[in-house]
């Protein structure tokens, strides 16, 4: 997940000059927080190369925070479910900006549920209802990360402002978000486990909506509430054991976010 984080930090870094020779761009802003999700439920299919094609219906899942890792590993900052933006203002009053965002959410089917399934599993057709055991017949997570890589557009409004500098204090904050998923998931079949390799499988879109608190010149906190759509049209490429199969699924999801920021003007 690491090299994920750094591969796009370098790819901000090295287009951000781009960016700034085509835009008006008057400053910059990092953030970093965490997350928790809620999820809806979702119809799985699966196309395995054992010959297996079938669908888990309306399948329950959650999400999986770990914001315990904050206190017991400290400098691992990315084992709980995390955010990072990096934003550019695009006017000299900084209500409007470009931001890249990435949510390291984590999405775990619900174990020992019954599901109806339909298709056929190695030959044999099924239509009825199972139960959703590691060892005796699957387990999906996306838990290295569903991973939403997006792009927003993101507008603030000013409620309250510092009486003695005139500067921003308050500022409501809403953004409207595209993008790709690049999920690692951690599939078993019958007690095979398989984690797979970080890949683009599908897009996202979401809106966003809460505000930020300036407690500083350049330092803010921000809490937001977010809702979007995510297609997986691939979650298991780049794989071994399972070459030439996938696992398709969508779902919306809801999303509450706590982060802190620095701002940069230029």
Known sequence: MNRVICFILIFTITTSNAYAQKLKITGMYFQWGYNTEWYTKSNLHFKLNNGSNFTLHNVKASDKPDMEGIYESPLDISIPQYNYRIGFYINESKTRALEINFDHAKYVVDGNQRVLV???????????????????????????????????????????????????????IGKLGAGINIPRTD????????????????????????????????????????????????????TTQ???????????????????GYDITF
């Open 118 to 172: 339909t298709g056929t599993i190695e030959g044999q057709a099924v239509n009825g209802d199972s139960i959703l055991e590691r060892n005796r017949f699957l387990h999906v997570e996306h838990t290295d990360g569903a991973n939403f890589l997006h792009f927003n557009y993101v507008w603030q409004k000013n409620i309250l402002k510092k009486q003695k500098s005139n500067r921003p204090m308050l500022n409501l």
């Open 187 to 238: 599939f078993t079949w019958k007690g095979d486990r398989l984690n797979n390799k970080f890949h683009i499988a599908g897009y996202n879109i979401s809106a966003e909506g809460g505000a930020r608190y300036y407690f500083g010149k350049r330092f803010f906190i921000e809490g937001t509430a977010k809702t979007g759509f995510v297609k997986y049209t691939n979650a298991l490429a780049n």
């Open 242 to 260: 399972f070459k030439n199969s996938y696992l398709k699924h969508s779902f919306g999801y809801f999303e509450i976010i706590g982060l802190f």
